[in-house]
């Protein structure tokens, strides 16, 4: 709430003036069925010209819709777990030499069925794309002439089941990334449109290094040799 003392430019109104006020909104985790948020306003007047009112102004409902509460994951891994390598060469990575990782991309969505949703990142000069391993959704293309990797579904629903795609991916370091750690796949990011509101919605995931956090028995092992 807000009043004159809050926000001192309510001590005073003119007549035709506009007084602006803003606000954020946290919104929770919404469920299907209950995504809709209510604002009202009121507004008490206490004096008119001078004169002494007890007048209350009510606005009329807003109501707004909340969008979709798609995500986006992404994880590089050499081990899936402390014994199951899923990747190939030497770890740490060494100048010159092939080391090959496991990539994947989860999208978890509950709220509203998506379209045409589309997954891209891009590849590093020295990192080479070993195709497809395993997907729940959609397709999964690699353009060589822009390096992009693009996972493309028709549709997310609402069932709550991440939908998973999995890619291997081949490093070769260079003498420049001797005793740094490398990038393996930049930042990904996923556009879709929500069906019932029939906007666009986005979520982002940071790229990944040969750092490979979250990895069992390979995290911290990624400065090049």
């Not at 777990?81 to 496991?102: F, H, L, M, N, Q």
């Not at 001797?178 to 790229?207: F, M, N, P, W, Y």
Request: no cysteine; aromatic share 4%.
């Amino acid at each position: 709430s807000w009043d004159s003392k809050s926000f001192p430019k309510l001590a005073k109104i003119k007549t035709g003036e506009t007084v602006h006020l803003s606000f954020e909104l946290p919104v929770g985790a919404a469920k299907a069925g209950a995504d809709m948020v209510r604002l009202s306003a009121t507004a008490s007047v206490n004096k008119i010209g001078g004169r002494e009112v007890q007048n209350e102004i009510r606005s009329q409902e807003l109501r707004l819709r909340v969008g979709s509460d798609l995500k986006l994951s992404a994880a590089a891994r050499f081990y899936a777990d402390k014994k199951t390598a899923v990747g190939t060469g030497p770890i740490p990575p060494e100048v010159g030499k092939e080391t090959s990782y496991r990539v994947t991309w989860r999208l978890v969505n509950t709220l509203h069925e998506l379209s045409a949703v589309a997954v891209l990142a891009a590849l590093p000069s020295n990192v080479r794309f070993d195709g497809k391993k395993t997907s729940t959704n959609g397709t999964l293309v690699f353009d060589p002439a822009t390096r992009n990797i693009t996972w493309s579904l028709n549709r997310i629903g609402i069932e709550g089941k991440p939908d998973e795609v999995q890619f291997d991916v081949i490093l070769t370091p260079m003498e420049a990334d001797r005793g740094k750690l490398a990038l393996l796949i930049g930042e990904s990011s996923v556009e879709a449109t929500d069906a019932i509101l029939q906007t666009k919605i986005a979520a982002r995931a940071g790229s990944l290094t040969t750092n490979l956090d979250g990895d069992p028995a390979a995290e911290g092992k990624g400065v090049i040799k």
